[in-house]
């Protein structure tokens, strides 16, 4: 078996975009940053999401069957710090502006892009839940992709080459 602290210390070294994953359940927003998002198809588009079951929004994602996944930008470190911290809970939502698309979850404005999904499937994996989302808006809002990246723990950035 595999040292989970070895696990861990070997993926700090994969380099992965942060995003903001958010939904509305009972007129509540919640939200979480993560860096296991991926694309799993383009027809229907889909995508995955990872989400701790230890984690207060994953109960309000299964339970609202929708969320947003919001692409943070190289200059949202703030808000993926704010996102991250349990003690600043009540302050996640402020100090940046926000709207929504089709399911009501919170969208970020500013972000690189934002898809709003709709829960298609939810398969258990080890202390985590794989969220399988058909996409039904996108919201692109920057020409200029600047990603937030998350490496070795702390948050950096990455420009495409010329």
Not at 16 to 43: D, F, K, N
Not at 105 to 131: K, M, Q, Y
Request: with cysteine.
């Amino acid at each position: 078996m595999v040292d989970p602290s070895l696990f861990k210390s070997g993926m700090r070294r994969l380099a992965a975009g942060v995003s903001l994953i958010t939904t509305l359940h009972e007129g509540q927003r919640h939200g979480l940053i993560a860096t296991s998002v991926c694309s799993v198809s383009t027809e229907p588009p889909s995508l995955l999401v990872c989400v701790n079951r230890s984690a207060r929004s994953h109960a309000m994602i299964h339970a609202a069957g929708f969320f947003c996944v919001n692409l943070l930008a190289s200059s949202d470190d703030a808000t993926a710090r704010r996102f991250s911290d349990p003690h600043a809970r009540d302050l996640r939502f402020e100090g940046r502006d926000w709207t929504t698309l089709l399911t009501g979850a919170p969208a970020l404005v500013g972000a690189l892009a934002s898809f709003d999904c709709e829960i298609a499937s939810a398969h258990r994996s080890g202390s985590h839940t794989i969220f399988v989302g058909n996409v039904v808006a996108t919201e692109l809002r920057h020409d200029d992709i600047s990603p937030l990246i998350y490496v070795d723990g702390r948050y950096a950035t990455s420009a495409p080459r010329q």
